[in-house]
C-alpha cells in the first residue's frame, strides 16, 4: 500500500503524541504510586522501579542544567518536526525513528518545563547505571538506530561509488 508524504507525516505526528502521552502516564503512575515508597524490585537482582528526580540530560549527564537543556530539547524538537514535515521522501528508517526521538525529547521537556527535572524510575541492578525513563529509551534506541543506519549507508554509498569509479576507468581504458 502506497502512503503519501502527507498520510506518513500524520501517522508519525499521532505517533508522536501518543508516546508523549505514554511517558506522560507512566510518570503520573510513578508520583502516584511510587514515590511514597522510593523503590519496588522487580526482578531481584535485575530490575526495580526506583524514583528519581534528575536535572540532567538522558542517564544523568549534565546534571544542574535544566534551563539549557529544555532551550536546547526544544530547538532539536524543532528541528526534527521541520524535517518530518518539510523533507521529500527519505527512508523508512528516518520515518520510525525521528518521531521516536522527538517523543522521547518531547515527554522530557515537559518534566523539566513543568517541575524543574525529569522524573527517572527503571533501574537496572546487575550494573551500575543511572536510573532513566520510557522516553530515555525512546531516544537513546531510536538515536543508536539512526547511527547504526547512517554508518551502513555511508558504507554503501562508498562501495556504490568505488564500483562506479572501477566502472568509469574499465570503460575509459576501453575506448
Known sequence: MKYTRKCIVLMQMI???????????????VLKHLVPVGKIVVLDGFLA????????????????????????????????TGFLIFSKKHHIIYDICVPLLIAGGLGNLIDRI???????YIQVLFINFPVFNFADCLV??????LMIYLVYDMIRETKQ???????????????
Not at 524514583?51 to 542544567?65: D, H, L, P, V
Not at 537513546?140 to 538506530?145: L, V, Y
Open 15 to 29: 505517533s508522536v503524541l501518543a508516546l508523549t502521552a505514554i511517558d506522560q502516564l507512566i510518570k503520573f503512575a
Open 114 to 120: 513543568a517541575r524543574g527535572f525529569v522524573i527517572d
Open 140 to 145: 537513546t534506541c531510536s538515536a543508536i538506530a
Open 49 to 80: 522501579w526506583t524514583y528519581a528526580e534528575n536535572t540532567g540530560a538522558a542517564f544523568s549527564i549534565f546534571s544542574g542544567n535544566t534551563d539549557f537543556l529544555s532551550v536546547f530539547t526544544a530547538v532539536a524538537l524543532l528541528i526534527g
Open 161 to 175: 561509488d568505488r564500483a562506479k569509479k572501477k566502472a568509469e576507468s574499465a570503460e575509459n581504458a576501453d575506448g
